[in-house]
């Protein structure tokens, strides 16, 4: 499975980024579908979850802000983050797990958000 990310940029603390991922490759085991970040000095964190079956799980410090989708039909997963902090600012890494419960990662995005 290869992985896609984009989306990541600079956005002024308020604003909205929305990031994508596509999945190409061993696409018919994708199971479930997330993002993770990773801010300098920290450790990798989950950011929110999607299954299968359009459940969704979040980080409690974006709970509210943020929101998980999935295309199925274009094996895509989104989150689109809104009333961005600067402390959201990390590397956004999408990951997805198969049904054999292997996990593949994004090569990362960027978001920057400034006070």
């Known amino acids: 499975v290869q992985l896609q990310a984009s989306g990541g940029g600079l956005v002024q603390a308020g604003g909205s980024l929305r990031l994508s991922c596509a999945a190409s490759g061993g696409i018919a085991s994708l199971d479930t579908m997330g993002w993770y970040r990773q801010a300098p000095g920290k450790q990798r964190e989950l950011v929110a979850i999607i299954t299968s079956g359009g459940s969704t799980n979040y980080a409690e410090a974006v709970k509210g802000r943020f929101a998980i989708s999935r295309d199925n039909a274009k094996n895509t997963v989104y989150l689109q983050m809104s009333s961005l902090k600067p402390e959201d600012t990390a590397v956004y890494y999408c990951?997805?797990?198969?049904?054999?419960?292997?996990?593949?990662w994004g090569q990362g995005t960027q978001v920057t958000v400034s006070s």
């Open positions: 990951n997805v797990r198969t049904v054999t419960y292997l996990h593949y």
